[in-house]
């Protein structure tokens, strides 16, 4: 990245030291040139301190409107960035990089894109072809300019806002509360959920003997949650700011039993010796809801299902051995809502190419 002190000095060789006249004449070149350097260097605000300044000098030039759409797309000022760039075309149709940055700021962004009509006045085939492209006839106090393509990273906001959201819980609901298998399955896979979005999310959950020492031995249906006036009620007695349920929608075990025949060569018999391996191939076929609401004011927020078939090889033919909830086999099908989850309430980032003015 380029320093302060560097820019300084590339913009002093590429102006040149001039009379004490022409620099005053041309201070709008130096601050359009500032600002196009430290937009390259991904210094953002910078770059808008000297752009505005060279506005203020040269109100009517399209290199800093240019410019100055692209620090407006960078902070997701789109209303600003469209009159940026729209404003440049507007000064100088005869230049392409104008009408190219708005075309690909329009599409990107609505999918239509603005055409503005061309100057009567034509561009030699020359000036088309060059990458130092010539000016309008408007723009004639700058004869030359040159264009940079970069890359630029913008901030974008999360689909779900989280940051007032600091304490939370979570509940697990199985579909068959009979089923002792699909309740414990339950519990664990609450367990796994918040231990893996504890990891990943900034707000602290409760745990489960916090949520016993307030509510006892009373347990909470889901029926009863599934008012956005519970969510707001048990929020205020627990007093957190959002809520996870958890619903396990199915949960089907199926196991076979069967054998590989296998060999080994014994060196006793000096032969390959058979022999049958027992396995059991285990088959769960599971569904889960999890969603997230807003405890202020029960909204719900993220709301997601999940279903997929889970198997595993477990050796020998005695189930004893084969635990119900198996970490291993349910460890990626639960990251896949955490990573989820993370994923929309995450500022995310877009990569973006736009083409920087410099004058000549």
Partial sequence: MLGHKTIWIFLLLLTGCGTVTSAIKQDWILQNNIGAQYIKSNLMNDAKLHLLKALELAPQKASIYNNLGIVYEYFNKKEEATQSYQKAVELDSQTPVYQKNLNSF?????????????????????????????????????????????????????????????????????????D????????????????????????????????????????????????????VTLNKILSTDGLFIIKIDKFNDNRHKDFELKNYYSTEKKEFVYYQQPYIKRDVRIGVSISFFEGVTGNILWDKKYEDTLSATYLGDDEKDIPLFDKQLFKDFMNKPVEDFTTETSPQKKLYERMVVIEK
């Fill in 180 to 231: 002792k298998n699909t309740l414990e399955i339950s519990k664990m896979m609450l367990k796994l959920f918040k231990f893996n979005i504890s990891e990943e999310s900034p707000f602290y959950i409760l745990e489960d003997y916090e949520i016993k020492e307030l509510f006892g031995d009373e347990s909470i249906t889901f029926e009863e949650l599934n008012k956005s006036s519970k969510i």
């Fill in 106 to 178: 329009e599409s990107e962004y609505s999918g239509t894109i603005t055409t503005f009509k061309q100057n009567p006045q034509k561009t030699s085939s020359k000036l088309q072809t060059s990458s130092k492209l010539q000016t309008s006839s408007k723009l004639q106090t700058s004869s030359k300019i040159s264009t940079s393509k970069i890359t630029i990273s913008r901030k974008l906001e999360p689909k779900i806002k989280i940051d007032k959201i600091n304490r939370v819980a979570a509940f697990a609901f199985p579909e068959n509360r009979q």
